[in-house]
């Protein structure tokens, strides 16, 4: 017998119809429309869930400057800059003294930007600099209250300069931002208060993550939520969207059955390697920088990063490998395609399955 996750209504299946053939002509198409910078591998934090595990020193140089922007103008012939999101990300880009530079240089040549960050080292005054050098777009990560989130993060100030940092992203009319939650056993029980709080401190616009068992993260599986309070997290997200105030949704990790549409703004898809790329610190071409690096598809330093992206990435945009273990026989693979890459460990096999969580917490219930 189907669980209620499974029976989804004659207009949700072929609204779903209809997105799965325009993803497949996206895939043919694969139109450039996000590029992911890791401009370094250095942090300032060090988190319990990070799935890169970075460090406050590392092997890997920050990429310089000039060899970015030399991939930015080999791409500029080959698209519409207009339509192309430059996401600067780490690491956390912050302990980089030149992204002004990076970031006004990407402005003159019509790229909209922004970047991810913990914001520990965001002032007021290294805002300003940023917004002038034309910073489009920020996120702000934030993991719960002040005792899980420092303990998540690593670093006792890194609640209070996260607040901080959300505080000023609030004043900034022009700044398109959001914050991101990782949700964890230990932060799960109070997001309700979590909300309240973030919509006092101005949060319009709120992305919620399950951490995924990579990096780090995978010494930790008691991050991981059990099936009923995964469930629990979706009535959380589409009760949030339904009040108005904030406009929750979940990210784009894997298909959720009958909440498809109901707790992110449009059908689940992943886009690595579709539309979104990646540059990485040691010059990879890749898709999703959460990718494990056994996808990486060439390197700038040796390819030219458009003829990568127009002949390479055949795991990202034919996906049929995936249909293997559990996927095999499951009758909404044509919709979720294996769940999102990084989801996927070196042998290509899934680490866990968003579906079977929600129809585990289903089948649980008396």
């Not at 929750?248 to 886009?271: M, Q």
Request: include cysteine.
């Amino acid at each position: 017998m189907k669980t209620p996750v499974e029976r989804l209504s004659l207009r949700k299946r072929l609204a779903l119809e209809v997105f799965r053939k325009m993803r497949e002509n996206q895939k043919a198409m694969h139109p450039l429309r996000q590029l992911f910078w890791e401009c370094t591998q250095r942090c300032n934090v060090r988190c319990k869930h990070c799935g890169s595990d970075c460090k406050s020193t590392t092997t890997v140089p920050d990429m310089p400057a000039a060899d970015f922007l030399r991939v930015i103008d080999s791409i500029t012939p080959h698209v519409n800059p207009h339509e192309v999101n430059i996401v600067i990300t780490g690491g956390e880009p912050l302990v980089r003294e030149d992204l002004e530079e990076v970031g006004l240089a990407l402005y003159q040549r019509g790229y909209p930007w922004g970047m991810v960050t913990n914001g520990l080292y965001l002032s007021a005054s290294r805002l300003q600099s940023l917004l002038e050098a034309g910073l489009h777009s920020m996120t702000v990560s934030l993991d719960g209250f002040a005792d899980d989130h420092n303990w998540l993060r690593g670093n006792p100030q890194s609640h209070e300069r996260a607040m901080n940092a959300i505080r000023l992203m609030a004043r900034e009319s022009e700044l398109t931002w959001d914050v991101v939650t990782c949700v964890n056993r230990r932060n799960y029980p109070y997001l309700e208060q979590l909300k309240g709080a973030l919509y006092e401190a101005g949060v319009r616009h709120w992305r919620l993550f399950t951490i995924f068992p990579v990096g780090r993260a995978a010494r930790y599986p008691e991050f991981q939520l059990d099936d009923k309070d995964f469930r629990g997290l979706m009535e959380f997200i589409r009760r949030t969207r339904q009040e108005g105030k904030v406009m929750a949704g979940y990210g784009c990790e894997g298909f959720l059955g009958s909440y498809e549409a109901e707790v992110r703004d449009s059908f689940y898809i992943c886009n690595a390697g579709i539309s979104v790329a990646s540059v990485l610190a040691d010059g990879s071409i890749s898709a999703c920088p959460s990718i494990r690096a056994d996808y990486s598809q060439g390197n700038i330093y040796r390819d030219d990063f458009m003829e990568v992206w127009e002949h390479r990435f055949q795991p990202f945009r034919d996906r049929a490998w995936m249909k293997k273990g559990a996927c095999a026989s499951c009758a909404f693979f044509r919709y979720c395609e294996g769940n999102g890459m990084h989801l996927h460990d070196a042998n290509g096999d899934l680490l866990f399955c968003h579906l079977e969580r929600l129809k585990g917490a289903f089948a649980c219930e008396p």
